[in-house]
């Protein structure tokens, strides 16, 4: 009576470990608050095994001055929104920023990896751990690196990717 | 055409009947409050939507402590039903449990859960329905074991008189052969009002009106007319012409296999899937018992006329050896057709199929040492052998009433199957979850271990439905197992379903609801929930 599927819980938690060593990397996974950094987010492969075809990136909150850079056969666009407290930078102070950047367009094999690359100001939060949410759409299905799991807890399934910012030098 | 080639053209012929098209049914489209709802303030009616016109039957109203509440008779209004609680509604968990009959006579039924001001996070068991179900279930299974061991002895007898050349019958054998069938044909044209009754839940008096009587025959009216051609067949047969000449013998089967066949287009029988399957192996089903069952009263008269009998015996032992092995075969798919597979011993249904198969063992050793030791003895002349089997034969027929109250009852027990019509609609466990700015109220049906509907209700901070992007679910057994993971079917905005076979065991699951509410964020919540 009491048919449980083990072979199908075995196989599913096996499938669970496999994604762990292809989440979405970022570089620099740690830089100093308050410095400018040119970020690179890695997409190691596609959504079983489809290909990848538009890469959206939040940019989270405290993170200005965003610049993505072009990357050839992708589109880009930006979405801006109020930053949630302006910044003063070289003697301006900025209101508004760039909230999203989308990479439409292009085709990136499952079998290829790539990055796409940003410059972005950081905030001048020392310790702080930001994450980089990231939308990965491909011709079929989607992945959402988009799970932040508090401190203590186990990885969830689909992370977004932190930087850790460490103290000014 | 010989007498058994004419046989088996009816019994396929029977089977083609009922696997005609299923008819639609009335279906409910929407309430007020909506399943799940969350009202602020009481209601003042409750109003359930069908896509047809349809009849009251039965509704009954209790709250989430399991406290019954007092409904006025409903207002019909086309396909709508407005139900005005006698009293307002204070504040709490109310769950409605209906049932209507459609305009073809068939009824359904189905639970409407809501709240006034908050959804209680736990519901007990509203105290079990009416006293008259049970009495009409008793009534229904009485006379339903008294139509078929009427059935399987005249109908059964005819069967064998048309198969195995055992000479004719005594006096006392055709009299008590056309009783038998009496008492059968009387029981078949009560059953349909009695069955009616019980679907319709109707007061005794009722019985005299129309209203059952429509819902019972929309279920068993066409297998009862051909079990009653059959017996009208069988009549002239039985009573009168002789047994031992080739028009006798092909009415007796002709009408005995008609009546046998005519039980496997009426009930549940027939109502698993694949229809055209379930519908033949009741039907052979019914024949084999028949054959079996309805030798053995003959057989004892025979017994007695020596020159005969052996004859009489080798032919019908082989005939059973084929009838018995058909019998058990047809017997176990349609029990795996009815429980897909699934033995639940909690369930009645699984226990009533524990008692037949006892029984039947019982019954199938005596058969074995009738045909291994007793009837090669009585081909070899040992004079105790005819009253050793005679002794069998009686205990059989004891056996064989066991078997019949037992089939009589299954007859009437709803098998827990996919979307069975059964009475009393199911109580649904469910819990609820709040996270920042999301609700989830999770409810799981029937929420015994098996096939369940899990529904997710989503409302935001002010108990509006939540739409959201994607909802998935993940289901955890009890004991920590890796969850299962499925995608959630939108049913309307805010409101979310999967239907399947995940909650395989019981116990207390987790059951985790993933909704993504934007683009960039996936907002979990997590209940258990205790499953049976």
């Known amino acids: 009576m009491t048919r449980f599927p083990r072979g199908a819980a075995l196989a599913s938690a096996l499938l669970a470990f496999a994604p762990a060593l292809a989440h979405v990397g970022i570089d620099p996974a740690a830089a100093p608050a308050g410095t400018t950094q040119t970020i690179a987010l890695r997409i190691g492969h596609g959504c079983d095994g489809s290909p990848t075809v538009a890469v959206r990136v939040l940019i989270p909150q405290g993170v200005h001055s965003v610049k993505p850079m072009p990357k050839p056969g992708w589109q880009i666009a930006l979405k801006t929104a109020p930053l949630a407290a302006p910044v003063s930078s070289h003697g301006r102070t900025i209101n508004e920023g760039v909230a999203e950047i989308a990479w439409t367009g292009g085709r990136l094999d499952d079998a290829h990896f790539d990055e796409f690359v940003l410059r972005a100001a950081l905030p001048e939060t020392p310790g702080a751990v930001l994450a980089f949410k990231i939308v990965q759409e491909c011709e079929s299905g989607t992945h959402r690196w988009i799970d932040v799991a508090a401190p203590g807890q186990p990885e969830p399934k689909e992370p977004a990717p932190q930087l850790r910012l460490t103290p000014r030098p | ?532």
């Open chain 2, 1 to 532: 055409m010989t007498p058994r080639a004419l046989i088996r053209a009816l019994v396929l012929l029977g089977g083609l009947l009922a696997a005609g098209p299923a008819l639609a049914h009335a279906a409910l489209t929407g309430s007020e409050p909506a399943d799940g709802a969350v009202a602020a303030a009481p209601p003042d009616a409750i109003v359930l939507r069908f896509n047809e016109p349809v009849a009251p039957v039965s509704a009954n109203l209790s709250r989430h402590d399991g406290a019954a509440v007092a409904l006025q008779p409903p207002r019909v209004e086309g396909g709508a039903l407005r139900f005005h609680p006698a009293e307002p509604l204070a504040e709490g968990g109310y769950l409605l449990r209906w049932r209507v009959v459609s305009a073809d006579g068939h009824p359904i039924g189905g639970a409407l859960q809501f709240a006034v001001g908050a959804m209680p996070p736990e519901w007990r068991p509203a105290a079990e329905a009416d006293p008259r179900e049970a009495a009409w279930w008793w009534a229904v299974v009485a006379v339903r074991g008294l139509a078929y061991a009427g059935l399987l002895l005249a109908a059964g007898g005819g069967l064998f008189f048309a198969l195995v050349p055992a000479g004719p019958p005594s006096p006392e054998l055709r009299r008590g052969l056309t009783a038998a069938l009496l008492l059968a044909a009387a029981a078949k044209i009560l059953l349909p009002g009695l069955t009616g009754a019980l679907l319709t839940l109707a007061a005794p008096a009722e019985l005299l009106a129309a209203a059952p009587w429509r819902a019972g025959v929309a279920t068993l009216g066409r297998g009862t007319a051909v079990t009653l051609l059959g017996l009208l067949l069988l009549l002239p047969a039985l009573a009168r012409m002789p047994l031992d000449r080739w028009p006798g013998r092909m009415l007796a089967g002709l009408g005995g296999a008609a009546a046998l066949a005519g039980l496997s287009l009426s009930g549940h029988a027939a109502a698993a899937d694949p229809r055209w399957l379930a519908t033949v192996a009741a039907a052979l089903h019914a024949l084999c018992a028949g054959f079996w069952a309805g030798a053995l009263w003959p057989l004892l008269g025979v017994l007695r006329r020596e020159p005969a009998a052996a004859r009489a015996l080798r032919r019908f032992s082989t005939l059973a050896v084929g009838a018995v092995g058909l019998l058990v075969a047809t017997g176990l798919l349609q029990a795996g057709l009815h429980l897909g597979g699934r033995l639940d011993l909690h369930g009645p249904y699984g226990q009533l199929v524990v008692a037949k198969l006892l029984a039947l063992a019982t019954l199938l050793s005596i058969a074995v040492e009738n045909k291994r030791a007793l009837t090669p003895a009585l081909a070899a002349g040992d004079a105790t052998a005819a009253p050793r089997l005679a002794r069998n034969i009686r205990s059989e027929i004891g056996f064989m009433a066991a078997v019949v109250a037992v089939t009589a009852a299954l007859g009437a027990t709803p098998p827990r199957q996919p979307g069975a019509h059964g009475h009393g609609a199911p109580v649904p466990v469910a819990a609820t979850a709040a996270g920042e700015g999301i609700a989830a109220r999770i409810a799981v049906s029937p929420g015994r271990a098996g096939h369940n509907t899990v529904t997710v209700a989503l409302s935001d901070g002010r108990g509006q439905p939540l739409a959201v992007a994607e909802a998935r679910l993940r289901l955890a057994a009890p004991g920590g197992a890796e969850p299962l993971e499925r995608a959630l079917r939108m049913e309307a905005p805010g409101r979310y379903s999967l239907a399947g076979p995940e909650l395989a065991v019981p116990g207390a699951w987790t059951l985790t609801v993933e909704a993504l509410v934007s683009d960039f964020e996936r907002r979990s919540l997590t209940v258990t929930v205790p499953i049976q």
